[in-house]
Every structure is written in structure tokens, then in C-alpha cells.
């Protein structure tokens, strides 16, 4: 019996273990992984099973250029695939954690993916001064910082998303799908107000979806997040995705050199203490997370 050939798609939208898959001719099907676990992202493509007018089991993921995705020590959170642009995306209000923004960096940078910081509400100019000081460690770092409002001045990311497959990420309350909605007027993005006494946004996007961008391009509206596990990384690559310590890894006296209280490191001297912090704390997290649970 001959076989059927397995068209190819991409996964425009994911809801757990459902997803909605694009075939090439513009159709969008119910899709479903085989078995139960589901390392599928949005973004992926991915080889189909049709199993009727309107759903599909997905047979297999075809490589990616591109993973990202969350880990720590008891699961995994997939984010997008096939992206080369994360846009991180951070507000004058409420306050967000510099610690989040420099986490998924370091994923950017090992997985080798461009990333752009997207200061947002820069109308609320009281908090701006606030908002512009906790990001000037990144700036110095050479990290790209847009400011603008969604409410006015979306179009000033269009040229950053021009021709590229884009994923906004970044904390609740950011104004992640106001964007979405301004930069893609049918997308009708669901959008909820900031809780002002916990300081913190409404979770609102619960699933990611991709949308097709005028002119060319895409872009992947992903949920909330209020933490970002690196526990997929090595330590090597963990060095590696700090791109202060490059011009001085290979330096310290000792090859298996933790960078702490080591005689000789070659890093103490020349990178900034937070950085080293940063890096010692997701090096003891990716240890823990190696090691052999009990």
C-alpha cells in the first residue's frame, strides 16, 4: 500500500498538548503530538499525519535553527522555535526584575539568537528615569534598548522586525500583547490592566500564537513569565553565553576554574560582581539540576 505523504506546516499556535498547525497553502489544522510527552514549540515545523478534514497528528519535528525554552530542576517550558529575534520586552510600570532580562540574554546568547530589549510605557515619564537605570548595565554590555509606547510609537520595532521570526517574552503587565495589537491590527490580542497594589500585570497571553507580519516576517506572542530556568545549559556553554567573559575565559590559572575564590581566575579582575553573581548562582542551579536526585 502506497503511503501518504506527510505535508509539512508550522505550528502558529500552542496550547499544550494541542496545537494548530499552518499547512503551506494557507490551511490550519488541530494538531496533536503521538504519545504523551510534547516537546513541540510554536514556530516548529513539523511533518503531518492528516487524519481528517481538519486534524493531524504530527509525525515529526524537522530541525531547528533555533530553541527557546526554560529548565529548571523539575520541568521544561517551551517558548518558540525558529526565531532569530527575542525582543524582551520590560515597562516603566510596573517594575520589572533585572535578573529575568539578563536570564533569557543568556539564553539568546547560547543559542546564538539576536536579542533586543523593548522598554515600553515610556509616556510614563515619572518612572522612566527608574526604568532607563536598571537597564544601563545592559546597554554598557551592548545590548540593544528601544524605548517607545505601544500606545503611540509600536512602528518604531518594525524596521527590528522586518524580514524575521520575532518572539516578544518578558514578564506579565508588560504590554507584550498591546504590542501585538499595534503592530498587527487583527490580531485582537487579549490585553488586561496592571494590578497597581501588587505591582505586577494580569496574566493574559496563556498560549503562544504567531502572526504574520505586513511586508514580511513573523512574530510570536508568548505568555507571561515570572522566571527563567537555565538548567539545558553546561557549564562550558554557561561561559560561553556571557559575552563579558569571553576575551578572558581561557586566562584563569586553573582549567576547571569556578570563577569564585580560585587563585589566578582571569575573570575577578576584569567582570563586573553582579555579572559574577549572575553566573553563580545559574552555575549552581545547572549543578543541582545535574545531579543525581534521591
Known amino acids: 500500500m502506497k503511503k501518504t505523504a506527510q505535508p509539512a506546516a508550522r505550528i502558529v499556535s500552542a496550547h499544550g498538548r494541542h496545537y494548530v498547525a499552518r499547512l503551506e497553502d494557507g490551511r490550519e489544522l488541530q494538531a496533536f503530538p503521538r504519545g504523551k510527552k510534547s516537546d513541540i514549540a510554536c514556530g516548529d515545523r513539523v511533518l503531518l499525519d492528516i487524519q481528517g478534514e481538519d486534524q493531524a497528528r504530527i509525525a515529526e519535528v524537522l530541525p531547528r535553527t533555533s530553541l527557546l525554552y526554560r529548565k529548571d530542576m523539575w520541568k521544561q517550558k517551551m517558548v518558540a522555535a ?105 490580531a485582537r490580542a487579549a490585553t488586561r490592566e496592571v494590578s497597581q497594589a501588587l505591582d505586577s500585570g494580569k496574566h493574559t497571553t496563556t498560549y503562544a500564537k504567531l502572526y504574520d507580519l505586513a511586508g514580511g516576517g513573523a512574530l510570536i506572542d508568548s505568555p507571561g513569565l515570572q522566571e527563567f530556568g537555565l538548567a539545558q545549559l553546561d557549564v562550558n556553554d554557561l561561559e560561553q553565553a556571557f559575552p563579558d567573559f569571553r576575551a578572558h575565559l581561557g586566562s584563569c590559572r586553573f582549567r576547571d576554574c569556578a570563577h569564585d575564590s580560585e587563585p589566578g581566575c582571569g575573570l575577578r579582575d576584569h567582570v563586573a560582581p553582579d555579572r559574577l553573581a549572575l553566573y553563580h548562582l545559574l552555575r549552581h542551579e545547572i549543578t543541582t539540576a545535574a545531579a543525581p536526585q534521591y
Open 82 to 186: 525558529n526565531v532569530d529575534l527575542v525582543a524582551i520586552v520590560v515597562a516603566t510600570e510596573p517594575s520589572f526584575s533585572p535578573e529575568l532580562v539578563a536570564r533569557i540574554l543568556v539564553a539568546c546568547d547560547a543559542q546564538q539568537v539576536d536579542a533586543l530589549i523593548v522598554l515600553n510605557k515610556c509616556d510614563l515619564t515619572a518612572a522612566l528615569p527608574a526604568a532607563r537605570a536598571a537597564l544601563e548595565p545592559f546597554r554598557r554590555l551592548g545590548y540593544n534598548v528601544l524605548e517607545l509606547s505601544a500606545l503611540q510609537g509600536a512602528d518604531a520595532l518594525r524596521p527590528h522586525l522586518a524580514g524575521r521570526t520575532a518572539v516578544f517574552t518578558g514578564q506579565s503587565g508588560m504590554g507584550k500583547s498591546t504590542l501585538v495589537n499595534a503592530l498587527v491590527p487583527d
